[in-house]
């Protein structure tokens, strides 16, 4: 459990309705279809029919959602023309949308290790070939254990 410091340690004095990072995340990119088009795009998808094919989706849905991530700043448009063909425009992960991917490998670990199946896919380093794992450190290098984790309300 996350220790509530200060202020915060009153759960009935305050509210984080509005507030909080993780519900504002969500109100962006908690669709299903958001979060695969997230992970396309980390996998090197770069072409709308491409996403709409291997996300599942309408194409509707999918021009929906790439504009939401592109207003977000997670994707960018980059304009691209084939030979004889009408400009059109391709998505790319920006630096916002790289910082995004820990959250989608969190949740691709929680389900490796949570969910039935098979799990055959497993991230790893390319350096050395061991599975890869997300975790929380702080800004001084420690690894932070689920009980170690706190939150505290800093002056803006």
């Known amino acids: 459990m996350t220790m509530l410091q200060g202020r915060l340690a009153d759960r009935d004095s305050w509210s984080a309705v509005g507030e909080c990072a993780i519900e504002k995340t969500m109100t962006v990119v908690g669709t299903k279809s958001a979060m695969l088009i997230m ?8 072409r709308f029919d491409d ?3 291997r ?17 977000l700043g997670l994707l960018a448009r980059r304009p691209y023309r084939e030979p004889g063909q009408r ?19 969190s949740m691709f670990q929680w389900g490796q290790r949570h969910l ?5 896919l497993r991230l790893t380093h390319l350096g050395c070939g061991a599975d890869a794992e997300v975790e929380i450190r702080c800004t ?11 939150m505290r309300l800093v002056r803006a």
């Open 140 to 150: 001084e290098g420690h690894l932070v254990a689920p009980e170690e984790l706190g």
């Open 55 to 71: 996300v599942g989706i309408t194409k509707a849905a999918a021009a929906a959602r790439l504009a939401e991530l592109v207003d």
């Open 87 to 105: 400009s059109r425009d391709e998505y790319v992960l920006t630096e916002a949308g790289v910082e995004f991917m820990p959250v989608v490998w």
């Open 51 to 53: 996403f709409a094919r």
């Open 116 to 120: 039935p199946g098979r799990h055959r």
């Open 39 to 46: 992970r396309e795009a980390y996998y090197g998808t770069t």
